[in-house]
């Protein structure tokens, strides 16, 4: 199994073209996910780049419908209809508190259907054999609570709900894949463990949505000690001094992820 880093925050190649957002690109040998797919067109550019054929994706995966995960999805046209898969209110609107400026996808439900296969689910959804889109995280670690950059149509906070992820059985374990995390990177991998029924994570990869070395972010790293896993890959909304800490904690574990970048896991 192959995860490319198509598009994240941070980059050390000039061949590489990144911004802010995420997109992965996933091989397995069931088959092959587009996650995310970051506010532009960098992550087609970054494919190929690195050789890959994104004719050759069976399934995309639509973290949430912030605009910096989904945008880039306006620019790509497979030939073929697949599965686009996502939680129900990816199509919410939403304001940044920072900006006051839409924070949500460039593309309605109606465009997106004539591109894609769309599916929308609450509930988890099996996407290939050993894979599973997540659908809306259940929030049971009381410290795993974020403060959310969005308000709705009313003025009030966007839960963001709809920000999910995907997890996939590995031989060696659970390989955890987030967007932004807003419902909590925890509280994702405990969800995670629910609904594969396994226990074991070898490695969780993507946005970890801590921004400050607080006591939230310090208890994460609590939780990564005593559930014994093995590989750390923070990605996009993990800010740097959140990464130092972790690399600090547990170094031997942690990589921060930079755009071409290519990681190896067991089938």
């Given at each position: 199994?192959?995860?490319?880093?198509?598009?994240?925050?941070?980059?050390?190649?000039?061949?590489?073209?990144?911004?802010?957002?995420?997109?992965?690109?996933?091989?397995?040998?069931?088959?092959?996910?587009?996650?995310?797919?970051?506010q532009s067109d960098f992550f087609i550019k970054n494919a190929e780049k690195l050789g890959?054929?994104?004719?050759?994706?069976?399934?995309?995966?639509?973290?949430?419908?912030?605009?910096?995960?989904?945008?880039?999805?306006?620019?790509?046209?497979?030939?073929?209809?697949?599965?686009?898969?996502?939680?129900?209110?990816?199509?919410?609107?939403?304001?940044?508190?920072?900006?006051?400026?839409?924070?949500?996808?460039?593309?309605?439900?109606?465009?997106?259907?004539?591109?894609?296969?769309?599916?929308?689910?609450?509930?988890?959804?099996?996407?290939?054999?050993?894979?599973?889109?997540?659908?809306?995280?259940?929030?049971?670690?009381?410290?795993?609570?974020?403060?959310?950059?969005?308000?709705?149509?009313?003025?009030?906070?966007?839960?963001?709900?709809?920000?999910?992820?995907?997890?996939?059985?590995?031989?060696?374990?659970?390989?955890?894949?987030?967007?932004?995390?807003?419902?909590?990177?925890?509280?994702?991998?405990?969800?995670?463990?629910?609904?594969?029924?396994?226990?074991?994570?070898?490695?969780?990869?993507?946005?970890?949505?801590?921004?400050?070395?607080?006591?939230?972010?310090?208890?994460?790293?609590?939780?990564?000690?005593?559930?014994?896993?093995?590989?750390?890959?923070?990605?996009?909304?993990?800010?740097?001094?959140?990464?130092?800490?972790?690399?600090?904690?547990?170094?031997?574990?942690?990589?921060?992820?930079?755009?071409?970048?290519?990681?190896?896991?067991?089938?």
């Amino acid at each position: 199994m192959k995860i490319y880093i198509l598009n994240d925050n941070r980059n050390e190649k000039e061949c590489f073209m990144y911004e802010h957002g995420l997109s992965l690109y996933i091989e397995t040998k069931f088959g092959n996910i587009l996650f995310d797919a970051g506010q532009s067109d960098f992550f087609i550019k970054n494919a190929e780049k690195l050789g890959l054929n994104l004719a050759n994706t069976d399934v995309v995966v639509l973290s949430h419908g912030d605009y910096d995960h989904g945008n880039g999805l306006k620019f790509l046209n497979l030939g073929k209809k697949i599965r686009l898969v996502a939680h129900q209110d990816v199509f919410l609107n939403r304001i940044s508190k920072r900006t006051g400026k839409y924070g949500g996808l460039n593309q309605t439900k109606l465009d997106l259907m004539k591109k894609f296969d769309l599916k929308l689910s609450i509930k988890p959804v099996k996407i290939l054999e050993n894979t599973y889109f997540l659908g809306e995280i259940e929030k049971t670690l009381d410290f795993d609570t974020c403060e959310f950059p969005m308000i709705n149509d009313n003025g009030e906070e966007y839960k963001h709900l709809d920000d999910s992820g995907i997890v996939i059985i590995s031989s060696e374990g659970l390989i955890v894949i987030s967007g932004c995390a807003h419902s909590g990177i925890c509280n994702t991998i405990e969800y995670a463990k629910k609904i594969t029924g396994k226990s074991n994570v070898l490695a969780v990869i993507g946005g970890f949505h801590l921004k400050n070395v607080d006591d939230k972010t310090l208890k994460t790293i609590d939780y990564f000690k005593s559930n014994n896993i093995k590989q750390i890959f923070l990605a996009h909304c993990t800010s740097d001094a959140v990464c130092d800490e972790f690399n600090l904690q547990l170094k031997n574990q942690t990589i921060v992820v930079k755009v071409g970048d290519v990681y190896y896991f067991p089938d």
